[in-house]
C-alpha cells in the first residue's frame, strides 16, 4: 500500500512539472503572442507558432522574459507585415514593444497594456487616428509614431505622461493644433513634428524642457515664443510664421511737457459767473493749441535734420569705401607687379578680361536677384561665411534653373558654387581658408594657386544623365550601403564617380543639413583621400560627385584582380598601409572638429593610377548617423568582419576606426578576406584565426600572402604583426593613435 502512494505521488509531481515546462510563460502572454502572430500573417520568426508554444521557455525570436512574464517585444526591421490586433492589454508585465522598420499596416490598437514604458510603430504603414487610449500610458518614456500615415489631430492624452522625454510623430499627415496636454510633458526634452499639417501655434511648449524641437514643414502660424529660441537645437523652416510680430515698445514720451489739464471743472459748477468761467477756459485753450503746434513744428524741423545728417552720412561713407576700393585695387597691382619679373602673357591679358566680364555680370545678377545677389562680395570670403554662401547658393541656383538658364552652357556642363569672380593675385590662398587643412594639402592647393578645389560645383541632374548614359548597367561600379556608385565621363574626357544616394541616406537631412555637409566634405582634402568634385541636389535626389579612380577598390585588387595582385610586392602593400594611415591620422587628428570614418574597409579604399591609396567616403557619417542608420552601418561592418567590439553596444569613435584599420592590414598581409564564409568555422573571421598567431614567427610566416611568401624581411614582417596586435586590441583605450601607426610604417620602408 504504501508503495501505492509513493507511486502516486511521484507520478502527481511528474505531472506538475510537465505542465509547468508546458505553460511557463504566463497564459494570458500566451494568448497575446498567439493573436499577435496571427494577426502578423504567420511571420516565418524563429520559434513562433500559432497554438501550443511557449514564448519564454522556447526563446522566441525578439521575445524577452523575466520569469514568466513577457517584458519586451523587439521586432524593428523584420519584413513584418498583416496589422496589430487588440490584445495587446493582455500582456501583463511588457515594457518595450518595437516593431519599427517593417510594414504593418493598419490602425493603431487602442487597448495597449499600461504598463508600456517604451512603445515604437516607426516606419510602418499605420493610418487611421492616434487613439485616445494612449492617456492611460502613464509610465511612457519614448514614444515614436514617426513616418506613417496617420491623420486627423493630436489627441489631448498626454496629461498622465509625466515621465516621457522623446516624443517623435514626424513624417505623417496630422492636421489642427497642438493639444493644451502636451504642455504637462514635464520631462520632455526631444520633440520632432516635423513633416505634417499641423497649425496653430506653439505657445503650448513654451514652458518644457526641451533641449530638441523639430517643427520644420508644417502650418505653423503667428509669433515664436520668445523661450522656444533658447533650445539648443530648434529646427522651424518651412513655416508660416509671423516673424515679424516683436514685443511692444515702451508708451512713447509725449512732445509736451508737463502740460496742465484743461479746465473743465468750472463748467460744470452751478455758482459764480459762467460768463467769466467760459472766457478764462477759451483763453487757455488757444494758448495750448498755439503751443502744440510750435512744437510739433519744432520736432519736424528736428526730424528733417536728422534725416539730411544721416543722407550726408551715408554718402560720405559710400565715397569713402569706393576710395578704399581703389586704393586696395592699386595695392593689389602694385603687389602683383613685385611678385612679377616677366611682362604680362596672352593667357594672363585673357583671364583679367574674364574676371572683368565675370564682374559685370555679378553685377546684372544682383540686379535680377535683388538683395540676396547684392550681399555677395567681390573677394572670397572666410570660412564661415563661405558656409553661409553655400546655403543661400542652393536656392539660387534652383531660381536660376527656374528662370530657364540653360546649365548645360557653361563650362564642363556644371557651374561654381558662387558666382564669384577669382581672386587678386596678390591675395594669398592661407588667407581665406580660416581653418589650414592638412600639411600634404595645403602645400598642393597652395603651389596650385587656385581655390577651385575648396569650391564643390554643382551638376544638374541632366548633365550626370547625360554622362553617365542615364546611370545605365554598364556604367554601374558598385553598391555600399548610402546608394550606388556610377561612371560618369565629361565631354573633356575626365572621368568622374557619382554615389547616388539612396532614399534611406537622403532622408537623413534637411536641404539644409545636406548643404553643411557638403560644405564640410569639400574641406576634407589630402592626398589620400578621394577628391571631392561637386553635388546635385534636385527634384528630390541627392548625388556626390568624386573623381575617378581606375585601378577599383583594394579589396577588388587582393581579392578579385590577380593582374594587379600581382604587382602587390611587400613594400607595395608596406606604402599602401601608409597612405590609408596618413589619411585615417588627417581625419583624426588634423581636421577639427575630428572626423571619424565610421567605414573603413578594403573596398573603402580606392586605387589611382599609380597604385595610391585613396581613402573613400570621407565625412559621410551625418548619413549614418540616426539610429537605423548606425545600427544598420555597424551590422554590415561586423557581418564583414571590419567592426570592432564595441559597435556591438552601439558605441563608435576613432578608435573604432583604427580596429579596422588593423583588420585592413590583415588582408595586405595574408591575402585573406576579412570575413570568408567557405572556410570552416574556426577560419572564417580573418581576425580570430589570426590574433593568436601574429607574435609566433613561424606561424606569421606560413600566414603570409602565397604571393609574395619568401619575400618578405622577418624583421619588417614583425613589425608589421604587432602593428596589427595593438590595432586589433579588444579594448578601445589600449588601441594607438594614427600618428603612432604612420611612424612605425614609415620606419619599414
Not at 519586451?72 to 490586433?85: A, D, E, K, P, Y
Not at 592626398?527 to 577598390?553: A, M, P, S, W
Not at 593610377?609 to 545600427?631: I, Q
Amino acid at each position: 500500500m504504501g508503495f501505492v502512494k509513493c507511486g502516486v505521488f511521484f507520478v502527481s509531481v511528474a505531472v506538475l512539472m510537465a505542465s509547468f515546462s508546458v505553460s511557463y510563460t504566463d497564459p494570458n502572454d500566451v494568448t497575446a503572442m498567439n493573436s499577435l502572430f496571427v494577426s502578423l500573417q504567420y511571420p516565418q520568426l524563429i520559434g513562433w507558432v500559432a497554438m501550443g508554444g511557449d514564448p519564454c521557455s522556447d526563446a522566441w525570436q525578439g521575445v524577452g522574459c523575466v520569469f514568466s512574464n513577457i517584458t519586451s517585444l523587439t521586432l524593428n526591421g523584420l519584413n513584418l507585415g498583416g496589422t496589430l490586433n487588440n490584445d495587446f492589454n493582455k500582456f501583463t508585465s511588457i515594457i518595450d514593444i518595437d516593431v519599427s522598420d517593417n510594414h504593418i499596416g493598419g490602425d493603431i490598437p487602442s487597448a495597449l497594456p499600461s504598463t508600456l514604458r517604451n512603445f515604437s510603430l516607426a516606419r510602418n504603414q499605420f493610418t487611421g487616428r492616434i487613439p485616445d487610449t494612449l492617456n492611460s500610458l502613464g509610465q511612457l518614456l519614448d514614444l515614436s509614431f514617426h513616418n506613417n500615415q496617420l491623420i486627423g489631430g493630436i489627441p489631448d492624452v498626454f496629461q498622465q505622461m509625466t515621465s516621457l522625454s522623446n516624443l517623435d510623430l514626424s513624417g505623417n499627415n496630422l492636421s489642427d493644433q497642438l493639444p493644451p496636454s502636451m504642455g504637462t510633458l514635464s520631462s520632455l526634452s526631444t520633440l520632432h513634428l516635423q513633416n505634417n499639417r499641423l497649425t496653430g501655434t506653439l505657445n503650448v511648449l513654451q514652458d518644457l524642457p526641451l533641449e530638441y524641437l523639430n517643427v520644420e514643414n508644417n502650418l505653423f502660424s503667428g509669433p515664436i515664443p520668445e523661450k522656444l529660441l533658447d533650445i539648443p537645437n530648434f529646427r522651424k523652416d518651412g513655416n508660416p510664421f509671423n516673424t515679424s510680430i516683436i514685443p511692444s515698445p515702451p508708451p512713447a514720451i509725449s512732445p509736451f511737457p508737463s502740460l496742465p489739464p484743461v479746465a473743465e471743472a468750472p463748467q460744470k459748477q452751478a455758482n459764480g459767473p459762467s460768463a467769466s468761467v467760459t472766457l478764462k477756459s477759451g483763453r487757455s485753450k488757444g494758448f495750448f493749441a498755439s503751443k502744440r503746434v510750435i512744437w510739433i513744428a519744432v520736432i519736424g524741423v528736428v526730424v528733417i535734420i536728422i534725416i539730411l545728417g544721416l543722407c550726408l552720412l551715408m554718402s560720405t561713407c559710400c565715397k569713402g569705401r569706393k576710395a578704399n576700393e581703389e586704393d586696395n585695387e592699386r595695392h593689389n597691382v602694385s603687389v602683383y607687379k613685385s611678385h612679377i619679373d616677366e611682362p604680362i602673357s596672352k593667357s594672363s591679358f585673357e583671364r583679367n578680361n574674364q574676371e572683368k566680364v565675370t564682374k559685370e555680370s555679378t553685377v546684372k545678377l544682383q540686379d535680377q536677384y535683388g538683395q540676396e545677389a547684392r550681399r555677395q562680395e567681390a573677394y572670397p570670403k572666410a570660412q564661415g561665411e563661405q558656409d553661409i554662401d553655400l546655403k543661400r547658393m542652393a536656392a539660387y541656383s534652383k531660381q536660376k534653373m527656374d528662370h530657364g538658364i540653360n546649365m548645360t552652357s557653361m563650362d564642363a556642363n556644371f557651374m561654381p558654387l558662387q558666382p564669384l569672380p577669382p581672386p587678386p593675385p596678390s591675395l594669398p590662398i592661407g588667407n581665406v581658408i580660416a581653418n589650414p587643412i592638412g600639411h600634404a594639402a595645403h602645400e598642393k592647393s597652395h603651389s596650385t594657386g587656385t581655390l577651385s578645389s575648396h569650391f564643390p560645383r554643382i551638376f544638374t541632374i541632366a548633365t550626370l544623365q547625360q554622362y553617365s548614359n542615364s546611370f545605365s548597367e554598364e556604367n554601374f561600379v558598385g553598391e555600399g550601403t548610402l546608394g550606388s556608385v556610377y561612371r560618369a565621363e565629361l565631354p573633356s574626357g575626365k572621368l568622374l564617380a557619382v554615389k547616388k544616394l539612396n532614399s534611406g541616406a537622403s532622408k537623413q537631412q534637411t536641404d539644409e543639413e545636406f548643404l553643411q555637409l557638403v560644405s564640410s566634405i569639400s574641406k576634407t582634402q589630402h592626398d589620400n583621400i578621394v577628391e571631392f568634385v561637386g553635388y546635385c541636389n534636385e527634384h528630390g535626389q541627392r548625388l556626390l560627385v568624386y573623381e575617378y579612380c581606375k585601378n577599383g577598390t583594394l579589396y577588388d585588387a587582393l581579392h578579385a584582380d590577380d593582374e594587379i595582385h600581382r604587382k602587390f610586392s611587400w613594400n607595395a602593400r608596406v606604402r599602401l598601409a601608409l597612405g590609408a594611415a596618413r589619411a585615417l591620422q588627417y581625419l583624426h587628428e588634423v581636421c577639427q572638429p575630428p572626423i571619424v570614418h565610421w567605414n573603413f574597409k578594403s573596398s573603402n579604399i580606392l586605387l589611382d593610377d599609380k597604385l595610391v591609396a585613396r581613402v573613400s567616403d570621407c565625412g559621410l557619417a551625418p548619413l549614418k548617423s540616426s539610429g537605423f542608420a548606425t545600427e544598420l552601418s555597424g551590422r554590415v561592418l561586423s557581418a564583414h568582419g571590419y567592426g570592432a567590439p564595441e559597435l556591438e553596444l552601439g558605441s563608435y569613435t576613432s578608435k573604432s576606426d583604427v580596429y579596422s584599420f588593423g583588420v585592413v592590414m590583415l588582408e595586405l598581409l595574408t591575402g585573406r578576406k576579412s570575413y570568408d564564409r567557405s572556410l570552416s568555422r574556426g577560419e572564417q573571421s580573418l581576425v580570430r584565426w589570426a590574433i593568436h598567431q601574429l607574435h609566433d614567427i613561424d606561424a606569421l610566416s606560413r600566414m603570409v600572402d602565397p604571393s609574395i611568401k619568401g619575400a618578405c624581411p622577418v624583421k619588417s614582417l614583425s613589425r608589421f604583426a604587432d602593428i596589427i596586435s595593438r590595432c586589433v586590441q579588444w579594448e578601445p583605450e589600449f588601441r594607438p593613435l594614427m600618428s603612432e601607426i604612420v611612424q612605425d610604417l614609415l620606419c619599414m620602408l
